[in-house]
């Protein structure tokens, strides 16, 4: 659902993604944010009366491409690596999207060391001036590893295929995407020469489906804004477990006056988790809240409602948050903002595994309750193509979770849970720029302290992570991307000696280069980890050392 008085809809579009965001954990990269650029074709409706923030910042022209920094309410969950090369659309396509014929299909092939492997296709069209698809094909493998070569090898294959059907009053889109990863648990104690590790005792191979669909309102002139999207989800390991997941949101605006809104989000989500037990777990979320508009400050009210139930582990509760936000503007370009709110963090085995891929079996999932997070800051852009933002956050949460070895075997990871109370303090800042397309960069830096309730540690989480993104056009055939990523503070406990030990902080350095051939050929080169540090974002599993990628890509 768009929110303004001018409805702009992407009609045909190609995204550039600069982050490493495929599903491998093998190489040493630390999942960065996601930066778009986006060609689109707009479609303009009549001015609507919906519902946004009278008091925006300084806007830019509409033809001015800039990269997006937002601060998202800070998740209990700290991403683990996605440790796979930078290395999505060649810049070549982002440098043929503003011109007027693009070549927005490619074919990419390349290979690096490790024995890395990385084959691309994209393709997309639209069969009538209404209706846009998609559809994509990756294969991204390394034969070796950083322990004993091909016990620590992985693969990850992905295939998604997607359509958009734009009418007059309306939008639909449809998704269709699978997941496939192989990977090994390397994470075992070192073997003498003459012993051989059985590789069918310590391999994992997940599958994971996934079906979407969605339906918003684009019709300017109705007062009713909404949109509903809905999907189900299904995942399998290579040792029976499995997870069914069906989710749909909903959210929905009229206006009650000329500077009154009357908001809904509603959330149902249906799934049974099947490992040695059979978890029916299911969540409904009510949020209606009001908000108020004025020229110099926005106030949003509501209530949270939560129910959630679990079969096996008898739990049927429905709690209640507060919802409020406010926001002012002491001047144009500048918001101050403070607030306060509450959740039922939704855990599901998914979301767990893409944080920690070395996840053992009949791991205990279990939502975490954020029973109270006050924050403030502010945050603004300036016409210079300078934004930035702060934040300053104080959680309460009951359950909440981190990951450690477990007692069993070393090298497999269980989720801890607090039944206490954990008080999460986090700051946050960021900061970015734009220089005409020609140099963009981005700093963003977070703090944590963590003040656990009924556990020792929060184990493996860090108390300061720190992501920069650069990324320079230096002529019109080639492009330069840097990212550099920080933890630190992480500590881990092997539970079978009882010995605690500080991680060493992890400082990634990336780099990538596009060279632009010909029309429809180019070349790109990723060298990642930089550094060379083995380092380990969980204990006993360090990455890959320096290592890099590079090949070619044929745009058509």
Do not use: C
């Not at 954990?25 to 650029?37: D, L, N, V």
Request: proline residues 3%; glycine residues 6%; positive net charge.
């Amino acid at each position: 659902m768009r929110i303004g008085n001018k409805m702009r809809t992407p009609f045909y579009f190609l995204i550039f993604v600069f982050s490493a965001t495929t599903l491998l954990a093998q190489r040493g990269e630390i999942e960065s944010q996601t930066y778009e650029i986006v060609k689109e074709k707009s479609i303009e409706f009549a001015p609507a009366n919906r519902v946004f923030d009278k008091v925006q910042p300084v806007k830019a022209n509409a033809t001015d491409k800039k990269v997006n920094y937002e601060l998202i309410d800070p998740q209990i969950d700290l991403m683990s690596p996605k440790l796979t090369p930078a290395v999505g659309v060649s810049s070549d396509q982002k440098e043929r999207a503003g011109q007027p014929d693009a070549l927005n299909n490619y074919i990419k092939l390349g290979a690096g060391n490790y024995g890395r492997f990385l084959g691309e296709a994209f393709v997309s069209g639209r069969t009538s001036e209404d209706l846009v698809f998609t559809g994509q094909l990756k294969q991204n493998s390394a034969a070796n590893g950083p322990v004993d070569n091909k016990n620590s090898a992985n693969s990850t294959t992905n295939f998604k295929v997607g359509g958009k059907y734009i009418m007059a009053k309306s939008k639909v889109e449809v998704g269709l995407n699978y997941d496939r990863q192989n990977y090994y648990f390397y994470g075992y104690k070192p073997q003498p020469e003459s012993v051989s590790v059985n590789r069918d005792t310590i391999r994992q191979t997940l599958n994971q489906f996934g079906i979407n669909l969605g339906f918003e309102n684009t019709d300017a002139s109705v007062a009713v804004d909404y949109s509903v999207k809905t999907s189900l989800n299904t995942l399998r390991d290579r040792y029976n477990a499995s997870e069914l997941d069906w989710g749909t949101k909903l959210t929905a605006s009229v206006p009650v006056s000329g500077s009154v809104y009357a908001l809904l989000e509603a959330d149902a989500f249906v799934s049974q988790r099947v490992d040695k037990l059979t978890y029916d777990r299911n969540l409904f979320r009510v949020k209606p809240t009001f908000k108020y508009i004025t020229d110099l400050f926005s106030v949003t009210a509501g209530l949270n409602a939560v129910n959630e139930t679990d079969s096996e582990l008898k739990i049927n509760r429905t709690k209640a948050f507060p919802v409020l936000n406010v926001d002012v503007v002491p001047f144009t370009g500048l918001h101050v903002f403070a607030g306060v709110n509450g959740d039922i963090v939704r855990n599901t085995l998914k979301s767990m595994l893409s944080e920690n891929q070395w996840l053992g079996p009949n791991v205990l999932v279990v939502n975490t309750e954020k029973n109270l997070d006050l924050f403030a800051g502010v945050k603004g852009e300036s016409v210079e193509g300078f934004n930035y933002e702060g934040r300053v956050s104080l959680a309460k949460y009951k359950n909440f979770y981190h990951f450690n070895n477990s007692l069993t075997d070393t090298s497999r990871f269980s989720a801890i849970y607090d039944p206490g109370k954990t008080r999460v303090l986090t700051i946050s800042g960021q900061a970015g720029y734009n220089y005409n397309d020609l140099f963009k960069t981005s700093l963003k830096v977070n703090y944590f302290d963590y003040a656990v309730g009924s556990v020792e540690e929060a184990w493996h989480r860090p108390d300061l992570t720190l992501n920069w993104f650069n990324a320079l056009a230096i002529s019109k055939k080639l492009f330069v991307t840097a990212d550099l990523y920080v933890l630190r503070g992480m500590k881990a406990k092997n539970f079978q000696s009882g010995k605690v030990t500080k991680l060493p902080a992890i400082a990634d350095l990336n780099l990538k280069i596009d060279y632009l051939l010909t029309r429809n050929f180019s070349a790109f080169v990723a060298i990642n980890n930089i550094l060379g540090k083995q380092y380990q974002r969980y204990q006993y599993y360090p990455q890959q050392g320096l290592n890099f990628v590079g090949g070619l890509s044929f745009s058509f």
